[in-house]
């Protein structure tokens, strides 16, 4: 399967199962047996598919006792196998597991100090089992709220899997149409427009705002991931999105900040990728690293926004905010500040930027390293086609740091964009693990 179409399915990086043959006997049977009971839905990452049974801190081990270097998975934020959220989960196992209709200290204290890493104005939280609820809730609301339907996203955006997500997540590919009611602009890359970025970006919504409008849609929400990672990861300008935000409330829509990726301080600074642009969402939607692998997610309001829409509309979610979950999800919050992670992600991806942006220099295969914090994007262009982007040269360089014992992936509409975004317990040494590796596999040839 040519990286093209591998693209177009959703499956950058994803294993060939037209490579089975090639893998090891026992990795072989493992991938066979696997795909007998999982089905074709299921896929795999790299060229020769890595099997976990155990993570600690930054590492995954295989069956072998193998260790690989973890740059990529934010869900386990505070690294894998904590031993502080194993406690957590472990001792309110021993107590209780149940739904939020009961009265319970647990949520409400976690609730009150997840609200606290938000600005005043955002009041209310309901929590979802996955990031897809939170942000199919935002959806509805925002839909109540406005009385419209009419959605913006950007060209390769990712924000779930429930029909209504789905619908607006052009990243999944041309076999799962975007809904009519759902307009596309470009990413915010600042090469489109270098002289006055954004007033181009802003012009980009404004001109989605009138193609809605022309085919009978009012504008309900735009919808965004605020670091754009699907997209190819797009951080800066910071105040990128000031103009948007201005533009969507102007056309009576409101502004949906996906943070399932950004959020819990991974982009460095402040705890909210938004918060790097000097905005305040209307809902911002959190979930993944929430609960450092544990499932809970929620939806963030801005409190009129739910006067009506819980007034006329019953929304419960049996799992969304279970005991165990909660528990989980504030030892999280404690470990990110004991642990001073935010602060971390801002050192040691200071470190990781600037490390390849050396071992990179004079290379006309990188053509932009970006990125804020420990979310890190690496754009690989063709040398042979100037301005062309480079998805197999991406994906090679994927599968070889794998071979290296380094686990990363890629991203963006053509899949070029290498994407680095390991748990924010990644420390300075893993990053200098990380660059050697990096700079054996750019030096050396395919």
Same mark, same amino acid.
């Given at each position: 399967m040519n990286s093209a179409n591998s693209i177009s399915q959703g499956m950058t990086n994803g294993f060939d199962r037209g490579r089975l043959d090639t893998l090891p006997v026992e990795l072989r049977d493992k991938v066979e047996r696997r795909d007998r009971v999982l089905g074709p839905g299921y896929r795999l990452f790299y060229d020769v598919p890595v099997e976990v049974v155990r993570g600690s801190g930054t590492y995954l081990y295989d069956s072998a006792g193998t260790e690989y270097l973890d740059a990529y998975n934010n869900v386990p934020c505070v690294g894998h196998a904590h031993p502080r959220i194993v406690d957590a989960v472990h001792r309110q196992m021993q107590l209780v597991n149940t739904n939020t209709r009961y009265v319970q200290d647990l949520v409400v204290n976690y609730a009150e100090d997840l609200l606290s890493t938000f600005p005043d104005e955002l009041g209310n939280v309901t929590f979802t089992s996955t990031g897809s609820e939170a942000n199919d809730l935002a959806?509805?609301?925002?839909?109540?709220?406005?009385?419209? =339907?009419?959605?913006? %996203?950007?060209?390769?955006?990712?924000?779930? !899997?429930?029909?209504?997500?789905?619908?607006?997540?052009?990243?999944?590919?041309?076999? *799962?149409?975007?809904?009519?009611?759902?307009?596309?602009?470009?990413?915010?890359?600042?090469?489109?427009?270098? *002289?006055?970025?954004?007033?181009?970006?802003?012009?980009?919504?404004?001109?989605?705002?009138?193609?809605?409008?022309?085919?009978?849609?009012?504008?309900?929400?735009?919808?965004?991931?605020?670091?754009?990672?699907?997209?190819?990861?797009?951080?800066?300008?910071?105040?990128? /999105? +000031?103009?948007? @935000?201005?533009?969507?409330?102007?056309?009576?829509?409101?502004? @949906? +900040?996906?943070?399932?990726?950004?959020?819990?301080?991974?982009?460095? +600074?402040?705890?909210?990728?938004?918060?790097?642009?000097? $905005?305040?969402?209307?809902?911002?939607?959190?979930g993944k690293p929430m609960g450092n692998g544990l499932p809970i997610a929620a939806a963030v309001f801005k409190p009129h926004l739910l006067t009506d829409f819980g007034r006329d509309i019953r929304y419960f979610n049996t799992f969304g905010g279970n005991s165990v979950s909660i528990a989980a999800a504030?030892?999280?919050?404690?470990? $990110?500040?004991? =642990?001073? /992670?935010?602060?971390?992600?801002?050192?040691?991806?200071?470190?990781?930027?600037?490390? @390849?942006?050396?071992?990179?220099?004079?290379?006309?295969?990188?053509?932009?390293?970006?990125?804020?914090?420990?979310?890190?994007? %690496?754009?690989?262009? *063709?040398?042979?086609?100037?301005?062309?982007?480079?998805?197999?040269?991406?994906?090679?360089?994927?599968?070889?740091?794998?071979?290296?014992? %380094?686990?990363? *992936?890629?991203?963006?509409?053509?899949?070029?964009?290498?994407?680095?975004? #390991? #748990?924010?317990?990644?420390?300075?040494?893993?990053?200098?693990?990380? !660059?050697?590796?990096?700079? !054996? %596999?750019?030096?050396?040839? #395919?």
């Amino acid at each position: 399967m040519n990286s093209a179409n591998s693209i177009s399915q959703g499956m950058t990086n994803g294993f060939d199962r037209g490579r089975l043959d090639t893998l090891p006997v026992e990795l072989r049977d493992k991938v066979e047996r696997r795909d007998r009971v999982l089905g074709p839905g299921y896929r795999l990452f790299y060229d020769v598919p890595v099997e976990v049974v155990r993570g600690s801190g930054t590492y995954l081990y295989d069956s072998a006792g193998t260790e690989y270097l973890d740059a990529y998975n934010n869900v386990p934020c505070v690294g894998h196998a904590h031993p502080r959220i194993v406690d957590a989960v472990h001792r309110q196992m021993q107590l209780v597991n149940t739904n939020t209709r009961y009265v319970q200290d647990l949520v409400v204290n976690y609730a009150e100090d997840l609200l606290s890493t938000f600005p005043d104005e955002l009041g209310n939280v309901t929590f979802t089992s996955t990031g897809s609820e939170a942000n199919d809730l935002a959806l509805r609301v925002s839909r109540k709220v406005t009385g419209s =339907e009419g959605i913006i %996203v950007t060209a390769n955006a990712y924000h779930g !899997l429930t029909a209504a997500v789905a619908a607006c997540s052009p990243s999944l590919g041309i076999n *799962s149409p975007l809904g009519p009611h759902v307009r596309t602009i470009p990413p915010p890359d600042p090469r489109m427009s270098p *002289s006055n970025f954004p007033t181009y970006f802003a012009t980009e919504v404004h001109r989605a705002i009138a193609e809605l409008r022309r085919h009978g849609y009012g504008l309900s929400a735009f919808l965004a991931d605020s670091i754009f990672s699907s997209d190819g990861i797009f951080a800066d300008p910071q105040g990128i /999105l +000031a103009p948007v @935000i201005d533009a969507v409330h102007a056309a009576g829509g409101l502004y @949906i +900040a996906d943070e399932v990726q950004p959020g819990f301080g991974r982009t460095g +600074a402040q705890w909210w990728g938004f918060q790097r642009h000097g $905005i305040t969402p209307d809902i911002v939607t959190v979930g993944k690293p929430m609960g450092n692998g544990l499932p809970i997610a929620a939806a963030v309001f801005k409190p009129h926004l739910l006067t009506d829409f819980g007034r006329d509309i019953r929304y419960f979610n049996t799992f969304g905010g279970n005991s165990v979950s909660i528990a989980a999800a504030h030892e999280v919050l404690r470990v $990110i500040r004991d =642990e001073e /992670l935010i602060i971390n992600a801002e050192k040691v991806g200071t470190i990781l930027r600037d490390g @390849i942006t050396q071992i990179t220099s004079g290379d006309p295969r990188f053509t932009d390293i970006r990125g804020a914090g420990l979310f890190i994007g %690496v754009e690989m262009g *063709s040398t042979e086609h100037p301005g062309s982007p480079d998805p197999d040269t991406a994906t090679s360089l994927v599968n070889r740091l794998r071979d290296r014992r %380094v686990l990363i *992936s890629a991203s963006g509409r053509h899949g070029n964009v290498l994407k680095i975004r #390991p #748990p924010m317990a990644f420390r300075s040494a893993d990053a200098e693990r990380l !660059l050697t590796q990096f700079e !054996l %596999v750019v030096r050396s040839e #395919p």
